[in-house]
Nanobody, 129 residues
């Protein structure tokens, strides 16, 4: 049974750091895709970063490139989003999502930002100025 759950949100000041964790299970031993997304009230959900598990490459939205880093633990069950140099505009509910890797994902070892079907409940990140 697939399960996705994130944790680690909180409140920090402008320039601070937070690390979010995502536990995604039920995808078997093969590599799969994990993505981080965020949403603020009245706006569409925004893609933040993706990772092809098992040593694949990360991808980042331009808005977070150079400040955020997505990674996984050696056991492959946890994916992290390290957020540095946080800005007030990073304030949002952050969601972790996962899905089976597509043929394109497997061939490139990089995950796309679409078609995620399994989602966590979300965790609030608030950055004050």
């Amino acid at each position: 049974q697939v399960n996705v759950a994130e944790s680690g949100g909180g409140s920090v000041q402008d320039g601070g750091s937070l690390r979010l964790s995502c536990r995604a299970s039920g995808y078997g031993p093969r590599s799969f895709c994990v993505g981080w997304f965020r949403q603020t009230p009245g706006k569409e959900r925004e893609w933040v970063a993706t990772l092809y598990t098992g040593g694949g490459g990360p991808r980042y939205a331009d808005s977070v490139k150079g400040r955020f880093a997505i990674s996984e633990d050696t056991g492959g069950n946890l994916v992290f989003l390290q957020m540095n140099s946080l800005k007030p505009e990073d304030t949002a509910v952050y969601y972790c999502a996962a899905r089976v890797a597509s043929i394109w994902d497997v061939s490139t070892k990089v995950c796309g930002s679409r078609d995620y079907r399994d989602w966590g409940q979300g965790t609030q990140v608030s950055v004050s100025s």
